[in-house]
T-cell receptor
Framework: DTEVTQTPKHLVMGMTNKKSLKCEQH?????MYWYKQKAKKPPELMFV???????INESVPSRFSPECPNSSLLNLHLHALQPEDSALYLC??????????????FGEGSWLTVV | KNQVEQSPQSLIILEGKNCTLQ??????????LRWYKQDTGRGPVSLTI?????NTKSNGRYTATLDADTKQSSLHITASQLSDSASYIC?????????FGTGTRLQVFP
């Protein structure tokens, strides 16, 4: 099983809503990532979790709040988003955060539209 | 500044033809270079990973090359198929960061 599963696939939310994106992997990977991707642009790193601890936060606004409840799950809590936050949000995982040569597996993404 | 540049931006070829995508990078320190395929609206899928010492790596009809001296990589697609239509992204790892190229959008027409 080389799968990273993301839910929901599509989400439409208002600027005052609170919602969450969920990500799950059962490959025993110890590094998990959130990326944001706008149309026709490469993915931009948001957060990295290594061994369930936040190791990288790429100066992401506080309206995005990551959470890693256990080694298989990664959430992204959303609150008071802006229309410009509409994008494809990709979750990814890799086996060992300390290994340089690591295949990074991406999920299918969650399409977020903020209205 | 760490950068990964890809060319061409977009490419149209006929089914069955070969094509080569280019990637130039100015990343230091260099750890490895990856090629990903991304279908529209889907997550990227890894094609190859190459370290400093590897010159070429194949994955089916995809062959990637790496010249660490000139800091160039290429992805060659042989006997293209309609399902090869996608964006191809070159990604260079530097310590704990992945630096993404802007991608080449490939369209394969029958």
């Amino acid at each position: 099983d080389t799968e990273v599963t993301q839910t929901p696939k599509h989400l439409v939310m208002g600027m005052t809503n609170k919602k969450s994106l969920k990500c799950e992997q059962h490959m025993g990977h110890r590094a998990m990532y959130w990326y944001k991707q706008k149309a026709k642009k490469p993915p931009e790193l948001m957060f990295v979790y290594s061994y369930e601890k936040l190791s990288i936060n790429e100066s992401v606004p506080s309206r995005f709040s990551p959470e890693c409840p256990n080694s298989s799950l990664l959430n992204l809590h959303l609150h008071a988003l802006q229309p410009e936050d509409s994008a494809l949000y990709l979750c990814a995982s890799s086996q060992d955060p300390d290994r340089v040569v690591n295949t990074i597996y991406f999920g299918e993404g969650s399409w977020l539209t903020v209205v | 500044k760490n950068q990964v540049e890809q060319s061409p931006q977009s490419l149209i070829i006929l089914e069955g033809k070969n094509c080569t995508l280019q990637c130039n990078y100015t990343v230091s320190p260099f750890s490895n270079l990856r090629w990903y395929k991304q279908d529209t609206g889907r997550g990227p899928v890894s094609l190859t990973i190459m370290t400093f010492s590897e010159n070429t790596k194949s994955n089916g009809r995809y062959t990637a090359t790496l010249d660490a001296d000139t800091k160039q990589s290429s992805l060659h697609i042989t006997a293209s198929q309609l399902s090869d239509s996608a964006s191809y992204i070159c990604v260079v790892r530097s310590t704990d960061k992945l630096i993404f190229g802007t991608g080449t959008r490939l369209q394969v027409f029958p």
